[in-house]
């Protein structure tokens, strides 16, 4: 058959196409019988048959059919970009939230690094500015017995030598009644050329073998003949406070 010259016709699909060829086709055949003479006109009696116009052309009907077809493909299309645009919204959303809580915990670890590193320094700055600790005045003993019994126990404790002030003294008192320049002629050290001298009667050799650092070297000197006689009682009897005649 051939195909029907309408306008818009090659825009329609292949259904629209069908329905306006049938169209057409009934169309036509009604001519063809109203041409062609029937019973009615044998009987000599001649009608007319009358073609009623069909109520819509094809090109109204394809192009209403198209807006319905775009129109509902236009909202699927938009629906699905109204989707999409959500997602990809919510997407950034956390992204954002993301990257904002690493630049708040990069941020924060870094303080708290700055703040370490600090803390040390500012601690030792203060250490480093602290003005140096004084050193303990030095003490003062009476240049008398007690001051020079005193100054020979820091002496001799300073050393891990042993004795008390009441055994220092006890012994002191028997031997030279307190006198530094005491001196024995007329025992047998004496006799061997070796009296005992000082406060506790000590003699050369002694004095010079249990001689203490940091002392004098005259025998005489209160301080050195205490300490001295102190480390040779340490060493014989264990302390000064165990000697209790000449020894």
Same mark, same amino acid.
């Given at each position: 058959?051939?195909?029907?010259?309408?306008?818009?016709?090659?825009?329609? #699909?292949?259904?629209?196409?069908?329905?306006?060829a049938?169209?057409?086709?009934?169309?036509?055949?009604?001519?063809?019988?109203?041409?062609?003479?029937?019973?009615?006109?044998?009987?000599g009696?001649?009608?007319s048959?009358?073609?009623?116009?069909?109520?819509?052309?094809?090109?109204?009907?394809?192009?209403?059919?198209?807006?319905?077809?775009?129109?509902?493909? @236009?909202? @699927?299309?938009?629906?699905?970009?109204?989707?999409?645009? *959500?997602?990809?919204?919510?997407?950034?959303?956390?992204?954002?939230?993301?990257?904002?809580?690493?630049?708040?915990?990069a941020a924060?670890?870094?303080?708290?690094?700055?703040?370490s590193?600090?803390a040390?320094?500012?601690r030792?700055?203060?250490?480093?500015?602290?003005?140096a600790?004084?050193?303990p005045?030095?003490? *003062?003993?009476?240049?008398?017995?007690e001051g020079?019994?005193?100054q #020979?126990?820091?002496?001799? *404790?300073?050393?891990?030598?042993?004795?008390?002030?009441?055994?220092?003294?006890?012994?002191?008192?028997?031997?030279?009644?307190?006198?530094?320049?005491?001196?024995?002629?007329?025992?047998?050290?004496?006799?061997?050329?070796?009296?005992?001298?000082?406060?506790?009667?000590?003699?050369?050799?002694?004095?010079?073998?249990?001689?203490?650092?940091?002392? @004098?070297?005259?025998?005489?000197?209160?301080?050195?003949n205490?300490?001295a006689?102190?480390k040779?009682?340490?060493?014989?009897?264990g #302390?000064?406070?165990?000697?209790?005649?000449?020894?």
């Amino acid at each position: 058959m051939p195909v029907p010259t309408i306008p818009g016709y090659s825009r329609l #699909s292949k259904v629209h196409k069908f329905s306006v060829a049938g169209i057409a086709a009934a169309g036509v055949a009604a001519v063809t019988f109203a041409a062609v003479p029937g019973s009615a006109e044998a009987n000599g009696d001649t009608q007319s048959i009358a073609v009623k116009p069909v109520a819509q052309d094809s090109t109204t009907f394809g192009t209403k059919a198209q807006q319905e077809a775009l129109t509902k493909q @236009s909202g @699927s299309f938009a629906a699905q970009a109204k989707t999409e645009a *959500h997602t990809k919204a919510a997407e950034a959303k956390q992204k954002a939230e993301a990257d904002a809580k690493k630049t708040v915990g990069a941020a924060k670890a870094k303080a708290d690094k700055e703040r370490s590193g600090k803390a040390p320094a500012n601690r030792s700055e203060k250490r480093a500015a602290a003005p140096a600790p004084k050193a303990p005045a030095p003490r *003062h003993y009476g240049d008398n017995l007690e001051g020079w019994i005193r100054q #020979s126990l820091d002496i001799l *404790h300073s050393q891990g030598i042993p004795g008390s002030y009441e055994g220092i003294k006890r012994n002191i008192m028997r031997e030279s009644t307190g006198n530094p320049q005491a001196i024995n002629n007329w025992d047998s050290n004496a006799v061997a050329g070796i009296p005992s001298k000082g406060l506790l009667q000590v003699i050369d050799p002694t004095f010079k073998q249990y001689h203490v650092a940091g002392t @004098s070297w005259d025998i005489y000197d209160p301080v050195a003949n205490i300490t001295a006689a102190c480390k040779y009682a340490a060493d014989r009897y264990g #302390s000064m406070d165990n000697v209790n005649s000449a020894y």
